[in-house]
């Protein structure tokens, strides 16, 4: 490839063209930085360097703009090989598209390279709700939290990470349950327009116990930051070894093997097992959990009548059975000191008789012998009854 003068921020020219989102934007970067290291150790060149030399090599003939392209298609094809040999089909898709996306945002003409048959190798395996129990009850107060926001709301953990206090300010303070969670297109992917989704009462009780020691908050602080250093922004990479940490602790999945298998349980199952226990319309679940599809554009766009779906549909996703309300407790009280006097009552009438027994024994009788024990009370009763009425 021809050398020429370097080109100023090649990276953030083609980000700022190719990505809509936060999310995407950091994505990206991350990619690209994985190809910039292994050009450099394989072929001694710097990816950031590529546009400015293209350009040296279009302008200066013909022959040397023939020779640039088959050196850095051989560079491709290579890069493309070694992808294979450590990622899934799918992840290599991913890989090479967002480097020919780089190649393409300076006019370079490169054919795209393409697995087929893209597949996913491995499956999360569905985890069960009695594990994700297992894993909250072992859970710090942040992972705690963090956990049954993912597992309530559906959304992606690279999602979460860029929730701030603005996304649930009103509704987290105004103590609503569900609790409605403003899904903006900067932190969402697949570039979708601003939505929403819910958690219920145990995300809210969670995230509460939680935010508790960190407020006031102002709208531009992260819901969840590193507790090491205290205050630093959090990746969803932290977020997903603190779940692998104790599903391994807990057994709940083999640790990744030789050949580079990886675990059947891991963070985004949380997102999956809202798909499965979550019962409504699938075209809500879609719009709630960030999917793009053309169900979603014929949903309700009134969050209440979101918010009453999510409702319903929350019973059969909830983890712990809700507390009684006040009402409801004193209620049972009050229930509780009437038994508690009529059994009071039925054990003096059986002490009268000369039956010293207590009425819990008299219910374990056999069948037989409490028939006629009932039989000699009602007796005994209607004689007492019977000497009352004579003058």
Request: hydrophobic residues 35%; positive net charge; contains cysteine.
């Amino acid at each position: 490839m021809v050398e020429d003068a370097e080109m100023k921020n090649p990276y953030e020219l083609w980000l700022n063209q190719a990505c809509e989102s936060e999310v995407t934007y950091g994505k990206y970067l991350s990619t690209i930085g994985r190809f910039e290291v292994w050009i450099r150790e394989n072929y001694g060149l710097e990816a950031r360097e590529i546009p400015s030399r293209w350009r040296s090599a279009k302008y200066e003939s013909l022959a040397a703009t023939e020779r640039f392209l088959d050196e850095l298609k051989d560079v491709l094809k290579d890069y493309f090989a070694y992808l294979k040999g450590c990622y899934t089909p799918l992840t290599v898709n991913c890989e090479i598209s967002v480097v020919i996306s780089y190649l393409h945002a300076f006019d370079i003409p490169v054919k795209p390279l393409r697995l087929k048959h893209a597949y996913v190798t491995y499956h999360n395996r569905d985890i069960e709700k009695e594990e994700i129990r297992r894993i909250l009850d072992h859970s710090s107060v942040r992972n705690r939290a963090i956990d049954l926001m993912l597992y309530e709301s559906g959304t992606r953990p690279d999602t979460l990470v860029h929730f701030r206090f603005k996304h649930i300010r009103e509704e987290f303070l105004g103590h609503k349950i569900p609790m409605k969670i403003d899904l903006t297109p900067d932190i969402l992917k697949c570039r979708v327009s601003k939505r929403w989704t819910f958690i219920g009462e145990d995300g809210f009780e969670a995230l509460k116990r939680y935010l508790t020691t960190r407020l006031p908050l102002k709208d531009e602080d992260y819901l969840f930051v590193r507790e090491k250093p205290k205050g630093g922004k959090m990746g969803p990479s932290a977020v997903s070894q603190a779940f692998n940490r104790i599903v391994l602790k807990l057994g709940l999945a083999e640790p990744e093997g030789t050949q580079g298998k990886p675990k059947d349980l891991r963070l985004y199952c949380l997102r999956k097992a809202f798909r499965k226990f979550m019962v409504v319309e699938e075209a809500y679940k879609e719009f709630w959990m960030g999917h793009t599809s053309t169900a979603t554009h014929y949903v309700s766009s009134d969050p209440e009548y979101h918010r009453k779906l999510y409702a319903e549909g929350y019973k059969s996703l909830r983890l712990y059975k809700p507390e009684a309300d006040a009402e409801t407790i004193a209620k049972l009280r009050e229930e509780n000191v009437a038994l508690l006097r009529k059994i009071e009552g039925m054990e003096r009438r059986l002490n009268k008789i000369g039956l010293n027994l207590g009425v819990r024994d008299f219910l374990n009788l056999p069948e037989n012998e409490r028939a006629e024990l009932y039989k000699q009370l009602k007796e005994a009763y209607e004689r007492a009854q019977s000497r009352r009425r004579k003058p």
